[in-house]
């Protein structure tokens, strides 16, 4: 975190303000946020401009995180903008000491990531989400909140995992699938795309 304990959010939607308010418990005094598409205030911050104005807005004393919980549009913006992309954990996460995180990745309130997991860049673990011991998640993924993924199961780049969806252990998730709210994943994901149910199955 900087001096000035600046922080510019990227997206003032419901997302935006859930990192919003894991900023003010991370010691942020000086938030704000840039939005193609609302003007004013959230959450009682400024919304100072639109989202290329990063450029102008860029600095070495400011701190940015993406606030937009789609993975193609957080990667998008991730790769356009060279600043200071802040990791953010809420303070009642639980992450061991053997977990690696990647710049621009949030861990919200109650997630549970255990031993030697790898989180990369720009990824979401959302509310109350359990990431077991050896996963490997790439950039750009999604955990949504109560997800759970058991030991060793690697998720691939840009891959959203529904509210509430289970994924058991040792399985492999390519990049760029969507596992629907509630589903079970039982045997490993070889083809993008987007699978539900229990046990987890394509969806046509
Ligand atoms: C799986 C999902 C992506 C499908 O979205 P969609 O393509 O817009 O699908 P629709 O809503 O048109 O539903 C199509 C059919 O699939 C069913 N369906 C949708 N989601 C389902 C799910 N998670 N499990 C089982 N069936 C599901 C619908 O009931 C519908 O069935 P029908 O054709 O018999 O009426 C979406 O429903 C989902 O689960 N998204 C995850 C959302 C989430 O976790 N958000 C967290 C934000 S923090």
């Not at 913006?77 to 953010?88: C, P």
């Not at 399985?171 to 509630?182: D, P, R, V």
Request: proline share 2%; net charge negative.
């Amino acid at each position: 975190m900087s001096n000035q304990n600046k922080l510019i959010i990227v997206g003032a939607g419901g997302h935006g303000k859930v990192i919003a308010d894991t900023a003010i418990k991370n010691g942020y005094t000086n938030i704000s946020f840039v939005d193609d598409h609302a003007v004013g205030e959230s959450m009682g911050f400024p919304i100072i401009g639109a989202v290329p104005e990063i450029e102008m807005l860029k600095d070495d004393q400011t701190d940015f995180v993406i606030g937009i919980g789609n993975n193609q549009t957080r990667k998008a913006i991730a790769e356009r903008y060279d600043v200071r992309w802040v990791t953010l954990i809420h303070p009642s996460a639980q992450i061991a000491t053997s977990v690696t995180l990647g710049q621009g990745t949030v861990v919200m309130a109650g997630a549970v990531i255990n031993a030697c997991a790898t989180i990369g860049d720009h990824c979401i673990i959302n509310t109350g989400a359990v990431v077991e011991h050896d996963n490997v998640i790439e950039n750009y993924v999604h955990i949504s909140p109560k997800a759970a993924l058991g030991g060793s199961v690697c998720i691939g780049e840009q891959t959203h995992v529904g509210i509430g969806a289970t994924v058991i252990n040792h399985m492999a998730i390519c990049g760029g699938c969507t596992i629907g709210a509630g589903a079970v994943v039982v045997k490993s994901i070889e083809q993008s795309g987007t699978y539900i149910g229990v046990p987890a199955q394509r969806k046509i």
